[in-house]
């Protein structure tokens, strides 16, 4: 009969145990902002799946030290300082955005109707064209486009930083506007 070998998994190992909150969570020290968790600096407390698979090796938080928490206390006006100047060079970045206006080429029918739809990445990739970088899961729609026309979409960049952008979607050249006019 053979004897079962463990698999050792690299980086941080279970056995040690990570200091508990009130609610039997980990609590854990944030490096960075988490959206929809907390804010740089902030202790937090999360299960600890989360934060044994996510947080801790992304580099995202660490374990909350009283060291740590000491350390965060002394440089908070450095940190609030810079989470101030990201926020406003976001702010910027979103009104630049917003000024933008995008036009999509999709198959339609005479009645206006799309073929197929039009997603975030098809809004993605014409924003490239205008040399403007967001990621797929910065647009926020209430669902695929399907018709011609005029939408105002929503992006957003970071909590609290939103924005709005125009989307044309228009007949594909050489489909509906080809065919002329009879007078």
């Known amino acids: 009969m053979k004897a079962k070998t463990k698999k050792r998994s690299s980086g941080i190992r279970r056995s040690h145990r990570l ?6 969570g980990i609590e854990l020290l944030l490096i960075h902002s988490v959206e929809d968790l907390g804010q740089q600096g902030e202790v937090v407390e999360v299960r600890p799946g989360y934060a044994y698979n996510y947080l801790l090796p992304q580099g995202l938080a660490t374990i909350a030290t009283e060291h740590h ?7 908070r006006s450095k940190l609030q300082a810079l989470e101030l100047s990201r926020q406003s060079d976001l702010k910027k970045r979103a009104a630049a955005i917003a000024k ?7 198959n339609a029918t005479e009645d206006g109707h799309l073929y197929g739809s039009v997603g975030a990445a098809e809004i993605v990739a014409a924003l490239k064209k205008n040399e403007v970088v967001l ?3 910065q647009i926020r729609l209430e669902g695929p486009l399907k018709e011609l026309g005029l939408y105002i979409v929503k992006f957003r960049l970071a909590s ?3 924005g709005e952008l125009k989307v044309w979607v228009v007949p594909t050249v050489g489909s ?4 002329p006019a009879s007078v």
Do not use: F
């Not at 200091?19 to 039997?24: L, R």
């Open 19 to 24: 200091p508990q909150g009130p609610q039997g």
């Open 69 to 75: 928490k000491r350390m965060v206390e002394k440089h």
């Open 100 to 106: 933008q206006s995008v036009t999509i080429e999709a």
């Open 135 to 137: 990621k797929d899961d």
């Open 160 to 162: 609290g930083v939103e």
């Open 176 to 179: 509906e506007e080809a065919t």
